[in-house]
T-cell receptor, first 115, second 110 residues
C-alpha cells in the first residue's frame, strides 16, 4: 500500500489566490482527517469525514476554508482567498473505524507558503 | 478531551532505554491511550496504544498505571532515528479524532 498520498508536497502562492490541497486515503479506510501544523499552534484538527460525510468541521478557521470528499478515495481542502497566516503544513490522515490495530496513517503533508 | 501532561523535552544516549512519561488524570473509562511520534519533516506516525494492560510491539512498549492516570512509553534501545516529538493522546475510538498536545521532544545522542 502506498499509504496516504498528498499533493502537492509544496505550494507557494500569492495572497488572495485560491489554493487546493489534495489527499488520497488508504483504500478501505472510512475515516479521513485534515490537520494543520504551525510552530505557534502545533497540530490542529481542521475537519474529519466518515464514509465521505463531514462529521466535525469546528476546527476550520473561517469561511475561507472548505473541504470536500466526493468519494472514498479523494478529498480536497480549499482555501479561498489565501492569506499569509494560512502558511503551515497541512496533513491528511485516514483510519478504519473498526479496530485501530495500526492507528491513524498520516500523509507526508503539504507545505503551504502564502506570500 | 482528557488533558495530558508531558515533559517538553528529554535526552537520551544511543542504545540506552528511554522512558517517556505522560499524565492523563482526567482520562475517561473508554479512552484508549495512544502514542504517536513525528520525525523531523514528516507526518505523525502511530507507535502504540492500549487500554488497561501493558502492550508491546516491534517499536515500543506501553506501561499503563493501574489507575490509568498515567502511562509510560518505553523505547528499549534508543537509536538516532528515534529522535522525534512523541505525543501521548487519550482517544475514544468511537468515531472521534486524535487531538494533539505539545508532546515531548526526544533528542538522542551518539
Amino acid at each position: 500500500d502506498a499509504g496516504v498520498i498528498q499533493s502537492p508536497r509544496h505550494e507557494v502562492t500569492e495572497m488572495g489566490q485560491e489554493v487546493t490541497l489534495r489527499c488520497k486515503p488508504i483504500s478501505g479506510h472510512d475515516y479521513l482527517f485534515w490537520y494543520r501544523q504551525t510552530m505557534m499552534r502545533g497540530l490542529e484538527l481542521l475537519i474529519y469525514f466518515n464514509n465521505n460525510v463531514p462529521i466535525d468541521d469546528s476546527g476550520m478557521p473561517e469561511d475561507r476554508f472548505s473541504a470536500k470528499m466526493p468519494n472514498a478515495s479523494f478529498s480536497t481542502l480549499k482555501i479561498q482567498p489565501s492569506e499569509p497566516r494560512d502558511s503551515a503544513v497541512y496533513f491528511c490522515a485516514s483510519r478504519l473505524r473498526q479496530g485501530l490495530r495500526h492507528g491513524y496513517t498520516f500523509g507526508s503533508g503539504t507545505r503551504l507558503t502564502v506570500v | 478531551d482528557a488533558k495530558t501532561t508531558q515533559p517538553n523535552s528529554m535526552e537520551s544516549n544511543e542504545e540506552e532505554p528511554v522512558h517517556l512519561p505522560c499524565n492523563h488524570s482526567t482520562i475517561s473509562g473508554t479512552d484508549y491511550i495512544h502514542w504517536y511520534r513525528q520525525l523531523p519533516s514528516q507526518g505523525p506516525e502511530y507507535v502504540i496504544h492500549g487500554l488497561t494492560s501493558n502492550v508491546n510491539n516491534r517499536m515500543a512498549s506501553l506501561a499503563i498505571a493501574e489507575d490509568r492516570k498515567s502511562s509510560t512509553l518505553i523505547l528499549h534501545r534508543a537509536t538516532l532515528r528515534d529522535a522525534a516529538v512523541y505525543y501521548c493522546i487519550p482517544h475514544n475510538q468511537a468515531g472521534t479524532a486524535l487531538i494533539f498536545g505539545k508532546g515531548t521532544t526526544l533528542s538522542v545522542s551518539s
